[in-house]
């Protein structure tokens, strides 16, 4: 997935996939886009490019209803 904030690539093509009983850590610089991948990936905005799917259901659909 991708998402550009304001001419920026906040993420450029990332991909990966967390299993359940796993622990995953974000690490990054202030402005790396850790916030916006959280986001994205929680579904509360809509990534620029691919998609996002979390417990089998695509969130690019519905993102903005509150399902997940």
């Not at 993420?11 to 790396?32: H, K, N, P, T």
């Not at 620029?48 to 695509?58: E, I, L, M, N, Y």
Request: aromatic share 4%.
């Amino acid at each position: 997935m991708s998402r550009h904030i304001r001419r920026v690539d906040a993420l450029a093509d990332l991909s990966f996939e967390a299993v359940e009983g796993e622990s995953r850590v974000i690490l990054g610089a202030a402005g790396s886009g850790k916030t916006v991948l959280l986001k994205t990936a929680l579904g509360l905005v809509r990534p620029d490019s691919g998609k996002v799917f979390a417990f089998g259901r695509d969130l690019n659909e519905d993102a903005g209803t509150g399902a997940v």
